[in-house]
């Protein structure tokens, strides 16, 4: 065989060669490409479904919250047992990391079980705050549309609610300063998502709140708080 013809033959192995190759990097790649895409689809429907069942939990504690503010009693063993059916399924949508919020969370329902039974108006009302707290916590890591700072000061203005009753001014100065911390951080977001009357009614009761002087002052305003955040919560749920 002569030169020539060799050389033509080593071309087409070498041609062939790299036409395999092409055929079979883009077979791994629609491979690779293709394998996501039912992944991600049953992961968001998993975490969808825990979004749920925390926003549930979150929803149960504040109902208790606002019933037993108001010492209505009725019908809160069923909302317990909801929470605590949750709570029984939370490890095992549960991070390493959010652990300490689940193992937190277990001593709250404990505690907010028995305020209910005995029915222990501030205890309940505490430990369901708690709760409602700790829940929006696990569920920010499951992608709440909710930014965890409307919870923050969902919080503090129950706190102020529950301190208006049976702490004195300076530890509800104390809780309004952390709750104004909270505030100044969520203004960006309210102002991006278009809240730009929120903000200013919000920024007006944080004034009044900043500058009173008796636990009754407090306790109205921090209903003011709490009713300003369910609307703030619309607004991220748009």
């Known amino acids: 065989m002569d030169k020539r013809n060799l050389a033509h033959i080593k071309n087409a192995f070498r041609v062939a060669a790299i036409f395999l190759l092409f055929v ?10 293709g394998q996501p895409k039912a992944l991600p689809q049953a992961s968001v429907v998993s975490s969808n479904a825990n979004l749920n069942e925390l926003e549930q939990l979150i929803d149960n504690a504040e109902d208790i919250y606002e019933k037993a503010k108001v010492n209505r009693w009725k019908h809160l063993d069923k909302k317990i047992n909801s929470i605590v059916k949750t709570e029984q399924i939370l490890p095992g949508m549960t991070s390493e990391k959010d652990m300490p919020y689940y193992k937190n969370l277990i001593g709250v329902v404990s505690d907010l079980e028995r305020a209910i039974v005995s029915q222990d108006r501030l205890i309940a009302m505490k430990s369901a705050n708690k709760v409602m707290m700790l829940g929006a916590r696990l569920a920010e890591a499951h992608n709440s549309p ?56 919000f920024a007006e009761i944080m004034k009044r709140l900043e500058s009173a002087k008796k636990p009754d002052e407090y306790g109205k305003l921090a209903s003011s708080v709490v009713d300003e955040v369910y609307t703030i919560e619309k607004i991220f749920k748009k």
Do not use: F, M
């Open 24 to 33: 079979l990097i883009n077979h791994v790649q629609i491979c690779i490409a």
């Open 146 to 201: 909710i930014p965890i700072n409307v919870a923050v000061i969902g919080y503090y203005g129950r706190k102020l609610e529950v301190q208006s009753e049976t702490e004195g001014v300076t530890d509800l100065s104390d809780t309004v300063t952390k709750l104004h911390l909270s505030w100044q951080q969520l203004i960006p977001l309210v102002t991006a998502y278009g809240g730009i009357k929120e903000v200013k009614r």
